[in-house]
Structure formats: structure tokens, C-alpha cells
T-cell receptor, first 111, second 114 residues
Framework: GENVEQHPSTLSVQEGDSAVIKCTYS??????FPWYKQELGKRPQLIID?????GEKKDQRIAVTLNKTAKHFSLHITETQPEDSAVYFC??????????FGTGTRLLVSP | KAGVTQTPRYLIKTRGQQVTLSCSPI?????VSWYQQTPGQGLQFLFE???????NKGNFPGRFSGRQFSNSRSEMNVSTLELGDSALYLC?????????????FGPGTRLTVL
């Protein structure tokens, strides 16, 4: 079955720096790749997603890139702010709403 | 629109008991997926229901079951609880315009098994 690896497990940056989180997936049939942000004690919230027919997608300070050949995708956050501090999860799906999640990255943005 | 809601928010049970968790999707959403979140195993897919039918299932034992009602509300049941079932159980709903629709999560039910 699908397996998603996520790196790094923790990431500390200074406010204003950029942060990059990388994921690789194993099933070449995966065609949907969302990213979720989960703050302590709260539900995961979708921050951006990308489908396999698109190589890059951007939404203000957040961007996601997808390399289908290498089977990896990345989350880029620019101009980080303290409120970006949270755990970020990548996921991959081959359909029917089954998301396979990475292990999460704890991002800490220091003022 | 109201978001995904889950009840109860917290549960404490003892080993061997059974438990039923409830999830109400966003109005108009027809798919409900369930996930288990633990510090050790992360977020793991349990199963997904669409139009009262289970379409997909994860690698969990048969003690974990679910169902969906005609109004799209879903319940999840865990029988013969084990200590390892302690987790945050999240449900997510999606509209299902296509099969890669965005999933919106509920706040979760925190289950503690003593």
C-alpha cells in the first residue's frame, strides 16, 4: 500500500525566514496531495493541496511543488510568522477519500 | 455553514467495553472518513463511507466498525476495547464532486481506555 515519508520531524526557524518540508510517496497512482496544519489541541486544517496534473501551486506565503517522476512533493512557507508554529502533515491519496499521512513536522517559529 | 461536529468530545472507558462515536458532516457533504491519531502511529485511515456504503477500509481489526445513515451522519464503533485504542478519533467530510475532494476535519473525540 501507499507509504508517505516526511522530513524533517522538527524544524526551527527565525521569524521572517523560509521553511521547507518535504514528503515522498511510494504509490505512483497517488494523484492528490494535501497539506494540513494542526495546532495543539485542534483539528487538522487544510492549508493547501495539489493534484497530479499540476506541478506547483501558490497561495500567498504558502506554496507546494510536486515532482511526479521522483514521487516527492514539498511545502514552502515564506516570511514565517510565530502563528505559523504548528505540526504540519502531508498526505497522499489514490482516491475514495483515503488519505495516507506523513508522520508530521513540528515547525517552531521564533520571534 | 457549520463545520464537522463530533460527539462526545471526550470519553473514558475500561478495557473490554465498547464505545460508539458520532460524526455529523458539513451540510451537503456525502462522504465521511474516519482516522485514528496517536503519538506513536500518527494519523491512520480507518474507513470511509459514501451514501451509506463503506467504500474503503484501512488496516484495523474487525473490532473497529462503522456505519452511515441516510442523512450522511456517521458512527464508529469499537468493541472489546484495548489500552492501545486510546487515541484521538477524527472524522472528516467531503463533498465528493470528484474522488479527490478536500476533506474537512471535525474536532475529534479523545478516547482514553483504562
Amino acid at each position: 500500500g501507499e507509504n508517505v515519508e516526511q522530513h524533517p520531524s522538527t524544524l526551527s526557524v527565525q521569524e521572517g525566514d523560509s521553511a521547507v518540508i518535504k514528503c515522498t510517496y511510494s504509490d505512483s497512482a497517488s494523484n492528490y496531495f494535501p497539506w494540513y496544519k494542526q495546532e495543539l489541541g485542534k483539528r487538522p486544517q487544510l492549508i493547501i493541496d495539489i493534484r497530479s496534473n499540476v506541478g506547483e501551486k501558490k497561495d500567498q506565503r504558502i506554496a507546494v511543488t510536486l515532482n511526479k517522476t521522483a514521487k516527492h512533493f514539498s511545502l514552502h512557507i515564506t516570511e514565517t510568522q510565530p502563528e505559523d508554529s504548528a505540526v504540519y502533515f502531508c498526505a497522499a491519496s489514490t482516491g475514495f477519500q483515503k488519505l495516507v499521512f506523513g508522520t508530521g513536522t513540528r515547525l517552531l517559529v521564533s520571534p | 455553514k457549520a463545520g464537522v461536529t463530533q460527539t462526545p468530545r471526550y470519553l473514558i472507558k475500561t478495557r473490554g467495553q465498547q464505545v460508539t462515536l458520532s460524526c455529523s458532516p458539513i451540510s451537503g457533504h456525502r462522504s465521511v472518513s474516519w482516522y485514528q491519531q496517536t503519538p506513536g502511529q500518527g494519523l491512520q485511515f480507518l474507513f470511509e463511507y459514501f451514501s451509506e456504503t463503506q467504500r474503503n477500509k484501512g488496516n484495523f481489526p474487525g473490532r473497529f466498525s462503522g456505519r452511515q445513515f441516510s442523512n450522511s451522519r456517521s458512527e464508529m464503533n469499537v468493541s472489546t476495547l484495548e489500552l492501545g485504542d486510546s487515541a484521538l478519533y477524527l472524522c472528516a467530510s467531503s463533498l465528493v464532486v470528484d474522488w479527490t475532494d478536500t476533506q474537512y476535519f471535525g474536532p475529534g473525540t479523545r478516547l482514553t481506555v483504562l
